[in-house]
């Protein structure tokens, strides 16, 4: 089904995925799990900040992916970056704990994040660097929110007079 679309439009299917992924994290309380989990020290505004800047990025690497396939690329390594390390891994390590967003990463961001890949190895684009390049870069947009969490408690970045 997914391998007759174009690179352009599984990149919106991506971010609709992703919307999709974001409204079961908040429904089943992704914060409250991360906290006990994973140890992040994430707040709601945390949450919502963050996911906003993924629909922006969303929409930006959908409109350009007929010119830059990078941008969808990297968007398919973030889906699949977060679908194993923080959905799939952690549920096995809890030893079936559920992880709020296990379901749509299962079920949506492997298919499309493949799907993603494969369209663009199709179209001839897809090369050993640009792989290497599309997971570097959703590993940094991946790290980016949490590496900001762990600095914020740093003296230096405290900003209260």
Same mark, same amino acid.
């Given at each position: 089904m997914l391998t007759g679309l174009a690179l352009g439009d599984l990149a919106w299917l991506a971010l609709g995925a992703y919307a &999709?992924? /974001?409204m079961e994290e908040y429904q089943f309380?992704? =914060?409250d799990w991360a906290r006990a989990v994973i140890g992040l020290p994430v707040s709601w505004s945390d949450f919502y900040v963050t996911n906003g800047i993924v629909v922006v990025l969303g929409i930006v690497q959908a409109q350009m992916a007929a010119h830059v396939p990078l941008m969808p690329l990297v &968007? %398919? %390594?973030l /889906? +699949?970056?977060n679908a194993t390390f923080f959905h799939v891994a952690p549920f096995v390590w809890t030893r079936g704990r559920f992880s709020p967003g296990l379901l749509s990463? #299962? #079920?949506? &961001?492997?298919p499309l994040g493949i799907a993603i890949f494969a369209r663009a190895a199709g179209d001839g684009v897809l090369t050993p660097g640009l792989a290497i390049g599309a997971f570097v870069g959703g590993a940094v947009l991946m790290a980016?929110?949490?590496i900001f969490l762990r +600095? =914020?408690?740093k003296p230096y970045f405290q900003q209260t007079p």
């Open positions: &999709f992924h /974001m309380n992704w =914060r &968007f %398919a %390594a /889906m +699949l970056i990463a #299962v #079920v949506l &961001f492997y980016s929110p949490i +600095l =914020r408690e």
